[in-house]
């Protein structure tokens, strides 16, 4: 169908526009909450947290998985299901050690309870540029320097910063991108880091998939893109030559 093709065209044209100018280490990640398990991709085979899953799209893997595959509490930060006998408190003050106590975690899991969706039992990842469905969401992991430049190209045109902070990486840039249409950011907590093994120096962004050809779009244009800023030459031009008043 001519439409799919376009629409497949500019998912790879995207990617590997901005994973170029970005100087990205992988993929931008296309995820998408599915009521049902698209027939083309792959089913994960094992159980994991969604933070490898993202980790091994980003390195070229494309799958669907289950909520009940998911043995953090993603699946039920993201509506996709609860696994059994899943203690989300109890892990989150024994295990993970992040809150100091039941009420804290409670505290911390109604904040994540009011970004969750309610869109189906499945989750869909592959890098961008082989995504078979329609991505909800594109994340992107990077250095605060690649993440900020990408909330500068989506603000170039608007000049507005439309961007929410959530934690754990999958309510931050999953969830809150899906049901608020932000940009979502995470600096990814220490459990998170521990089982995708992400490097010290990474962060991550969700960026809602209709927002996505704008931040293309502003590449050209602005500074955060390939624009060269006329500052540095405005600035050395009110410096006199011999350095002297």
Request: hydrophobic letters at 40%; one cysteine or more; charged letters at 25%.
């Amino acid at each position: 169908m001519p439409e799919q093709v376009d629409e497949q065209q500019g998912k790879a044209f995207c990617s590997a526009s901005l994973k170029e100018v970005l100087e990205l280490d992988g993929s931008p990640v296309a995820a998408a909450i599915m009521p049902e398990p698209p027939r083309d991709l792959k089913k994960w085979r094992r159980k994991a947290t969604l933070c490898i899953m993202i980790q091994s799209a980003r390195m070229g893997a494309a799958f669907c998985c289950s909520g009940a595959d998911v043995i953090c509490g993603g699946g039920e930060h993201l509506g996709i299901g609860r696994s059994h006998g899943q203690d989300i408190e109890g892990s989150l003050v024994e295990v993970e050690k992040l809150v100091a106590s039941q009420d804290a975690a409670l505290r911390r899991l109604a904040q994540v309870k009011r970004v969750t969706p309610d869109q189906g039992g499945y989750i869909a990842f592959a890098p961008l540029e082989r995504a078979s469905f329609r991505p909800q969401v594109v994340i992107f992991v990077g250095t605060p320097f690649q993440i900020s430049r990408i909330l500068h190209l989506d603000a170039f045109e608007t000049g507005e910063m439309d961007a929410v902070h959530g934690e754990p990486l999958c309510s931050g840039v999953i969830a809150a991108p899906i049901t608020t249409g932000k940009i979502g950011i995470s600096l990814l907590d220490m459990t998170c880091r521990a089982f995708g093994r992400y490097r010290a120096e990474e962060m991550a962004v969700g960026v809602p998939y209709s927002r996505l050809m704008r931040i293309v779009n502003s590449i050209a244009l602005s500074s955060s893109g390939n624009a060269r800023p006329d500052f540095l030459r405005r600035l050395l031009a009110r410096i006199p030559a011999s350095g002297k008043e």
